[in-house]
Nanobody, 125 residues
Framework: QGQLVESGGGSVQAGGSLRLACVFS????????LAWFRQAPGKQREGVAA????????RYADDVKGRFSISRDDANHTLSLVMNNLKPDDTATYYC??????????????????WGQGTQVTVSS
C-alpha cells in the first residue's frame, strides 16, 4: 500500500554502524505508534524498538539497548533507527511498522497495522 517505505540497509562489519529510515504516509493516518521489527532467516519476527507520537516514549528489545536508538520526525514523516556496535546476530531483514494499538508500541507484531517492505542488514564478523 506504500504507507511505509524503508531505506538504509546494507552490509557492515561487526562493530560498525548503520542508519535505517522509514518514510511514512502524510495522507493516511497510521496511528500513534511506530516501531522497527526484524526477521532473520529461519526465525520469527521480533521487535526491536518503538516510539510513541504523543510523548516520544521509547521501548527497546533487551539485546539492542544501549546500541540502537529510535527517533521520529513527524514534520518530515520519517522514522529512524541508528544502529551502533552492530553484531552478526543483528543480521536480518528490518521492517518499519505502525499502528494505533498500544501493543504495537509493546512490540507485538500482530498488533501493528501497517508494514514496510523491509530492508536487509548484514553484519559480518
Amino acid at each position: 500500500q506504500g504507507q511505509l517505505v524503508e531505506s538504509g540497509g546494507g552490509s557492515v562489519q561487526a562493530g560498525g554502524s548503520l542508519r535505517l529510515a522509514c518514510v511514512f504516509s502524510k495522507y493516511t493516518y497510521i496511528g500513534d505508534y511506530l516501531a522497527w521489527f526484524r526477521q532473520a532467516p529461519g526465525k520469527q519476527r521480533e521487535g526491536v524498538a518503538a516510539i510513541a507520537s504523543y510523548d516520544l516514549s521509547t521501548r527497546y528489545a533487551d539485546d539492542v539497548k544501549g546500541r540502537f536508538s529510535i527517533s521520529r520526525d513527524d514534520a518530515n514523516h520519517t522514522l529512524s533507527l541508528v544502529m551502533n556496535n552492530l553484531k552478526p546476530d543483528d543480521t536480518a531483514t528490518y521492517y518499519c511498522a505502525a499502528g494505533q494499538k498500544f501493543a504495537c508500541w509493546g512490540l507485538q507484531s500482530d498488533q501493528c497495522d501497517y508494514w514496510g517492505q523491509g530492508t536487509q542488514v548484514t553484519v559480518s564478523s
